[in-house]
């Protein structure tokens, strides 16, 4: 096939370049060598949106000075930092256009020790650096205890912010990138994975998995595996991939009113190669990020530890005592990934040898500036001779995936009798209806995860324990595939591998 952009990777960067190429008279091809468009760096995300101006660039911003002496603490014209504050303006109206749900986040930053209490000094110093310090407030230890009575006793004072933060669930707005480009005539290729690229008459030829693509540019947002798809075609310069692991834990539902009061963030004055926080997600769950950057050299080390699994929960009752291992539903790993050419900002840029290869190399937050990625990297296309014609059918809005749980019992009735699945629930932690998984899978859900992702189903207390074989029986049904070849992400991870009693002829 033939197609005048390709672009490698289909998580929130990819995705979001496809959504905003789409609206240009263009040739745009998205491929992702996964079945689904949240498997990697996307699928392991905080969640949290914040501005280029926020606190939590504050924390980056400090951490670069104690990592490099001797850099500048503020660069307001830095690519980061433009692209912080462009993408956090950009990000409420368009997830108002594509039907995601989110929540403002309030966000507590607290001090328990005299040292802490330093850096929260130096927060506070740098918030009036960048022009942000009536956004923020300094609390005393009686307000931070009257604000949050679950957060420890340690607590000497805080720093508080509610104007420069978002929540949101990250596959949920990948998917919604993608279905919005789809709609508007993005062709996506998933379990599709490149193994070659080589020049041909000012433009490429991509190998892949399911067939040859002949491109004229190649946008490379690859994540995890960036480095290994601009080596294919000679396209990396002086640039290198480190990555780093942490576990996180997502905490029961019920929780959710009785461990926040008035906050939905609370965090501890970071450190260099370790964080702490609790997040209250936009579904209701509270969530436990704590712990330190663990090096590794393997891209799909995703496997959970019982240490790790330790020292999430230790840290994490460090600032909320009041909870316990056993309100755990679920722990995961999230694998980051930075550049060694300038591990502080992102690789935007043509290849020196490859003036269409254009790398996107992003470091977190990458949710945050995503849409303004986008812009700026259809621009840089624009710049490099790409014809960009507005189209006049262009469509923004997507709509989102009906939750039968937020409906009131009129509207259930109507839709119970337009539709007999949806009076079938097959989820019970989240009330998920046989209706929406069918929707789910009409929508491009694949996997017993693409289905969790898009539906919440499995996402509760017991963790498919009720509704998983339900899953995995309308996935094979509306697939057309026996129950044996349904997988909960992807090839190697098939749920059943024989049919009952097969073992015994």
């Not at 990934?337 to 790398?359: A, M, Q």
Request: net charge positive.
């Amino acid at each position: 096939m033939e197609t005048e952009i390709l672009i490698i990777g289909a998580g929130i960067i990819g995705a979001s370049i496809a959504r905003e190429l789409s609206r240009y008279k263009a040739s745009v091809t998205v491929v992702e060598k996964s079945p689904d468009s949240f498997t990697g760096q996307t699928k392991g995300s905080h969640g949290l949106v914040y501005s280029g101006r926020s606190l939590n660039m504050a924390f980056s911003l400090i951490l670069k000075s104690v990592m490099a002496p001797g850099s500048p603490l503020w660069e307001p014209d830095s690519l980061k930092i433009r692209l912080g504050v462009e993408g956090y303006e950009l990000f409420e109206p368009l997830v108002k256009r594509l039907g995601v749900p989110y929540q403002p986040a309030k966000g507590l930053i607290i001090a328990r020790n005299d040292e802490e209490l330093k850096g929260l000094k130096k927060l506070y110093e740098m918030a009036d650096l960048m022009g942000i310090k009536e956004d923020v407030k300094w609390v005393d230890r009686h307000d931070v205890l009257a604000m949050e009575p679950k957060i420890t006793q340690k607590v000497l004072a805080a720093l508080y912010e509610d104007k420069w933060m978002k929540s949101i669930f990250p596959p949920e707005y990948a998917i919604a990138n993608v279905e919005n480009a789809k709609d508007n005539g993005v062709h996506f290729l998933y379990d599709t994975e490149v193994k070659g690229i080589r020049n041909l008459d000012g433009g490429f030829v991509i190998e892949t998995t399911k067939g040859f693509i002949r491109s004229e540019f190649i946008v490379n947002a690859a994540g995890l595996y960036a480095d290994k798809v601009a080596d294919m075609a000679g396209a990396r310069d002086e640039w290198g991939l480190v990555h780093n692991r942490t576990q996180m834990s997502l905490l029961d539902k019920r929780l959710n009113g009785d461990l926040f009061k008035s906050v939905t963030c609370i965090q501890a004055v970071p450190r260099p190669g370790f964080f702490e926080g609790i997040q209250l997600q936009v579904h209701g769950n509270p969530y436990v990020f704590c712990g330190g950057y663990n090096p590794t050299t393997d891209k799909e080390a995703t496997e959970t530890r019982r240490e790790w699994f330790k020292e999430n929960i230790e840290y994490g009752r460090r600032l909320m005592p009041a909870f316990s291992e056993r309100d755990v539903i679920t722990a995961f790993v999230g694998i980051r990934s930075f550049n060694t050419r300038d591990p502080e900002d992102h690789i935007i840029e043509f290849s020196r040898n490859h003036p269409k290869f254009l790398n996107a190399v992003i470091r977190l937050p990458g949710f945050s500036i995503s849409a303004a990625v986008a812009k700026y990297i259809v621009n840089l296309l624009g710049n490099q001779g790409l014809h960009l014609v507005e189209k006049s059918n262009y469509n923004p809005i997507r709509k989102s995936m009906l939750r039968f749980a937020e409906l009131s019992n009129d509207e259930r009735d109507a839709l119970i009798r337009r539709d007999p699945k949806f009076g079938h629930i097959v989820c019970r932690c989240e009330t998920v209806t046989e209706g929406e998984i069918v929707e789910a899978i009409r929508r491009g859900a694949r996997t017993v995860q693409g289905i969790q992702f898009r539906t919440r189903a499995g996402m509760g207390r017991c963790q498919r324990g009720f509704c998983g074989p339900r899953v995995v029986g309308i996935l094979a049904r509306e697939l057309g595939i026996p129950p044996t070849e349904v997988t909960f992400k992807g090839a190697g991870s098939e749920i059943l591998k024989y049919r009952s009693k097969e073992l015994l002829y």
